[in-house]
């Protein structure tokens, strides 16, 4: 069975920190890259960030540049995204999502498999 499980979610003060993780099973977590998506409260899903299938490139959203970091250990079928200075408006369910190349990071609808999501609430 596939599936991508998203973890470490959760309440932080703004300026804090959390680190999701990304654990697929079913598949082969190398030959996709992974895309980060969130989706706040009224408002459209969003790409955050992504990274390629060996982790050699990476993409973000203009707004968590520098704060966030997307990284990958496939010899645990893992990606993370580490989410430092959180500010009140990276509040949202945060997703993962496997996609075969990294070229269509941007394209949802390529997206062959989506986690559950993760609730991350950041207070002020």
């Known amino acids: 069975q596939v599936q991508l499980v998203e973890s470490g979610g959760g309440l932080v003060q703004a300026g804090g920190s959390l680190r999701l993780s990304c654990a697929a099973s079913g598949f082969t977590l190398p030959a996709y890259a992974i895309g980060w998506f969130r989706q706040a409260p009224g408002k459209e899903r969003e790409g955050v960030s992504c990274?390629?299938?060996?982790?050699?490139?990476?993409n973000y959203v203009d707004s968590v540049k520098g704060r966030f970091t997307i990284s990958r250990d496939n010899a645990k079928n893992t990606v993370y995204l580490q989410m430092n200075s959180l500010k009140p408006e990276d509040t949202a369910i945060y997703y993962c999502a496997a996609v075969r190349l990294f070229g269509l990071c941007d394209l949802m609808d390529e997206y062959d498999y989506w986690g559950q999501g993760t609730q991350v609430t950041v207070s002020s």
């Open positions: 990274i390629s299938h060996s982790a050699g490139s990476t």
